[in-house]
Structures are given as structure tokens and as C-alpha cells.
């Protein structure tokens, strides 16, 4: 990472920790959330939550802003290898948000600006 854009991560070795994670999906995260899928592109790892089922006024609540500031004061607490390895690249990370029925619910972004300085 100290090496900045000098250096990025091979694509077998992202591609090896995707197949071992993706394997154990589906799995509890961000408390009674669950991880349903993990995608990489060139520019971004995103992560695809799938919410507990919800009251509508909870998901409204629940909007872009609080689960930003949820994933931002987490930060630590949801580090894996593939957002080591994102970090070393420089690639937004992307948290995609689903209900519990499986409806879109809301996309955070985290771009290196930002998690450079957290």
C-alpha cells in the first residue's frame, strides 16, 4: 500500500480470494444483514447486502446517508483480504443494498479520497 500507484494487485491473486469468499456465501454481515454477492471490475470491488426484512418506514430511514455513515464508522470492523486488496488499487469500494425481497435498494460509494483519509 506505501507503494501508491507504483504497484497493483495481481488479478489471479484478487480472483483466487473471490472464488474462496464467494464460496462461503451467503453469510452473516453488518449485524442481521447478510453478504449475498461480492463482485471486481477495474475500477471497483462492490459488495451486494441483502438487508433484514424491514418495516417501510425503517428502510426509509435507512437511506443513502445513514447506511454511508454506518459503513464509514464501521470501516475497520468490515476489512477482509478484498478490501485489502481494493486499497492497494485504488478502486472505489461499493456497497450495493438490497431488501429482503431482493429490490435495489440504495448504492454507497467509497471512493480512495475518502477511505485514504479514514
Not at 38 to 58: E, F, G, M, N, R
Not at 78 to 89: E, F, G, Q, V
Not at 91 to 108: M, S
Request: proline share 3%; hydrophobic share 35%; charged share 25%.
Amino acid at each position: 500500500m506505501n507503494a501508491g500507484v507504483n504497484f497493483k494487485c495481481d488479478n489471479n491473486v484478487y480472483q483466487d480470494f473471490l472464488e474462496y469468499y464467494r464460496a462461503a456465501l451467503p453469510f452473516e454481515y453488518m449485524g442481521s444483514a447478510s453478504l449475498i454477492d461480492i463482485h471486481h471490475s477495474s475500477t471497483a470491488l462492490s459488495y451486494y447486502v441483502q438487508l433484514p426484512k424491514l418495516s417501510a418506514l425503517d428502510l426509509v430511514y435507512m437511506d443513502n446517508e445513514y447506511l454511508k455513515n454506518y459503513v464509514i464508522e464501521e470501516w475497520e470492523g468490515l476489512d477482509d483480504n478484498l478490501k485489502t486488496l481494493a486499497k492497494i488499487n485504488q478502486e472505489n469500494i461499493v456497497y450495493r443494498f438490497y431488501t429482503a425481497e431482493g429490490d435495489e435498494h440504495c448504492v454507497v460509494i467509497i471512493s480512495p479520497e475518502e477511505y485514504n483519509d479514514l
